[in-house]
């Protein structure tokens, strides 16, 4: 089994929609990640989270949100989908201050 | 400002033909450079993690390098199977537990 799941993997919406994207890991990490990938450039990080009572604003997180409700789980919400949120979004584990991250497949948006 | 940057955007190579990936970085006090393998439609597969100027680590027909400004990917020998999109990152000045990444390198190693 994968160390860390993403659901759904594809997702197609439409504008105004609420969308949540969900992340579970079995790494037993205490930090969780959320990044979004578009052609050209490349991964940028959301939001960030070290354990489930600290969550952090990554470099793109205006017309998102954040659930962290247990060490293995870390949600993306969209509170009001739009077109330019139609992007790759890939959640990932870390187990130390600079270790390496470790990424799950990815859910494919659509936002219509 | 603190950038991490990839060059060539894509390499073509023809098998067995060796080449270079780079990446240009101008963090301040580097606490690690990473590179990472992606595959269409998947998640990042970290490869390597390079500490020091000097430093090299190797895996299969990958050699990663690390300067005090940049860092190099060294494929020699490539097969098709080596067909990926190659990041680099690495954490921004002052900061940890995030890392900033490159947009990548698309190689494509044609039989």
């Known amino acids: 089994d994968a160390d860390v799941t993403q659901t759904p993997r594809n997702r197609i919406t439409k504008t105004g929609k609420r969308i949540m994207l969900e992340c579970s890991q079995t790494?037993?990490?205490?930090?969780m990640y959320w990044y979004r990938q578009d052609p050209g450039l490349g991964l940028r990080l959301i939001y960030y989270s070290f354990d489930v009572k600290d969550i952090n604003k990554g470099e793109i997180s205006d017309g998102y949100s954040v659930s962290r409700q247990a060490q293995a789980k870390f949600s993306l919400s969209l509170e009001s989908a739009i077109p330019n949120q139609t992007a790759l979004y890939f959640c990932?584990?870390?187990?130390?201050?600079?270790?390496?991250?470790?990424f799950g497949p990815g859910t494919r948006l659509t936002v219509l | 400002e603190d950038q991490v940057t990839q060059s060539p955007e894509a390499l073509r190579l023809q098998e067995g033909e060796s080449s270079s990936l780079n990446c240009s970085y101008t963090?301040?006090?580097?606490?690690?450079l990473f590179w990472y393998r992606q595959d269409p439609g998947k998640g990042p597969e970290f490869l390597f993690t390079l500490y020091s100027a000097g430093e090299e680590k190797e895996k299969e027909r990958l050699k990663a390098t690390l300067t005090k400004k940049e860092s190099f990917l060294h494929i020699t020998a490539p097969k098709p199977e080596d067909s990926a999109t190659y990041l680099c990152a690495a954490p921004p000045s002052g900061a940890t537990n995030k890392l900033i990444f490159g947009t990548g390198t698309l190689l494509a190693v044609q039989p």
């Open positions: 990932a584990t870390s187990d130390s201050q600079y270790g390496e991250q470790f």
């Open positions: 790494k037993g990490h205490d930090r």
């Open positions: 963090v301040s006090g580097l606490r690690g």
